[in-house]
């Protein structure tokens, strides 16, 4: 894999993470508006949500210069990672569990991308 790939793969998978981690907490700050449209209302006004969207523009650009040095099946393998990177996130910004059903999953994800990023 060359730097470049790397680099780019390694750009996909912070932004998109970080996308996620925004959308989430712009998902758990609704505010305390029991109304769809006010709940809507406050989240327009936060910075999360827009920090989510700035991340997928980001992510989108990334991820299109990523397919174009890498074949679309190794690129869309490759990018399983995110799931590991989310996973980790959660746990760590949002306290959300890992049972070992969770853990073997991710040990097994993380196998699979090792053998594609290593079978080259």
Avoid at 28 to 49: I, S
Avoid at 68 to 74: A, D, G, T, Y
Wanted: include cysteine.
């Amino acid at each position: 894999m060359s730097l470049a790939v790397a680099l780019l793969w390694l750009l996909t998978v912070v932004v998109d993470t970080a996308g996620q981690l925004a959308f989430k907490a712009a998902a758990v700050d609704g505010g305390e508006a029991a109304q769809t449209l006010a709940r809507w209302r406050h989240r327009l006004a936060r910075p999360w949500l827009w920090l989510g969207i700035a991340c997928y523009v980001v992510e989108f650009l990334a991820w299109a210069a990523f397919l174009s040095l890498v074949p679309l099946s190794r690129g869309v393998l490759l990018g399983s990672v995110n799931i590991l990177a989310l996973m980790l996130a959660g746990r760590l910004f949002f306290g959300e569990r890992l049972t070992p059903l969770r853990v073997a999953g991710m040990g097994l994800i993380g196998l699979g991308v090792a053998v594609v990023g290593v079978g080259g």
